[in-house]
């Protein structure tokens, strides 16, 4: 054996493999150089769309982006491949009349042009996947902004969520977001959070989602913004996110937080 197979070998006898971890390749040793072997995490995220009235929240989906790199995941973008509900004109909060948009091509936006269609994500590609909110989870992920508890889940979406569930890999949520769990894992007695009910400041908006979650199924736990809940045995995180009214470094640290607890999980 030679000298340099014989240490390879040797660091991959004495490495201590996290379930999903590979070797990044060596690539050539030259005189001088050392050695140094790293462990990655493939993660997949799920977008919407580019913007929080129609598609994937921005602040939250770059929050995420961020804090996976960060903490050494690697990334992948999927979203799915067909039109968006509808367009909203965010200078006015009202649809743009004439105007359409496909999900891929505006959540390319998002992930730099780094991204694939949905069909493409299986619980094989990655060792967790992770959707952001915005009210394209709720338009274009589902249609829970027009049928409330009512939903239904997009085929691809309830297909991913279901795959990566049975493989017991983590999924994450935040926001919105949480609600295709409640939908696709409500039977599981999922436990998830959307934030806290309404208590009059104004600071939780979209409160009555918990109402409808509950009765998809799903267990719900009030959190704060900077808080995460963790499903053990569905081995879910979610996090409020912007279902609080909150500033942007709250929302970026809550997501953060829900990230490093996700891959804690792989």
């Known amino acids: 054996m030679q000298p340099l197979d014989y240490l390879v070998t040797s660091l991959k006898s004495h490495l201590i493999y996290r379930r999903g971890a590979r070797l990044r390749p060596l690539g050539r040793l030259k005189p001088g150089n050392s050695l140094c072997v790293v462990s990655s995490r493939l993660n997949a995220q799920v977008l919407s769309g580019s913007g929080v009235y129609d598609g994937s929240e921005i602040h939250e989906a770059s929050a995420a982006l961020v804090s996976l790199t960060r903490d050494g995941a690697d990334v992948v973008c999927f979203a799915p491949d067909a039109p968006q509900m509808h367009v909203i004109d965010h200078t ?26 949905l069909t493409e ?24 902004a027009v049928k409330g508890a009512d939903m239904t889940v ?11 569930h049975g ?3 983590p999924i994450g949520f935040c926001c919105i977001a949480p609600m295709l769990a409640a ?23 979209y409160a009555g989602s918990i109402e409808a979650a509950k009765a998809l199924g799903a267990n719900t736990v009030e959190k704060a913004v900077d808080e995460v809940v963790v499903d053990e045995a569905n081995k879910v995180v979610t996090s409020p996110a912007f279902m609080y009214e909150g500033k942007f470094h709250e ?13 804690g999980m792989i």
Do not use: C, Q
């Open 183 to 205: 939908k696709v894992l409500g039977g599981s007695g999922v436990t998830i959070t959307l934030g806290k009910a309404d208590d009059g400041s104004g600071k939780w908006p």
């Open 154 to 164: 997009n085929s691809e979406v309830e297909r991913v969520i279901k795959e990566f």
């Open 251 to 263: 929302i970026h640290d809550g997501v953060a937080k829900a990230i490093s607890t996700l891959l």
């Open 121 to 144: 994500l299986t619980s094989g590609v990655a060792d967790a996947v992770f959707f952001p909110g915005g009210f394209g989870a709720a338009k274009n992920l589902s249609d829970f």
């Open 92 to 117: 006015k909060g009202a649809p743009s009349e004439h105007d359409t948009r496909n999900v891929l091509a505006e959540s390319a936006r998002i992930s730099r042009g780094n991204i694939k269609p």
């Open 167 to 169: 493989s017991k890999k």
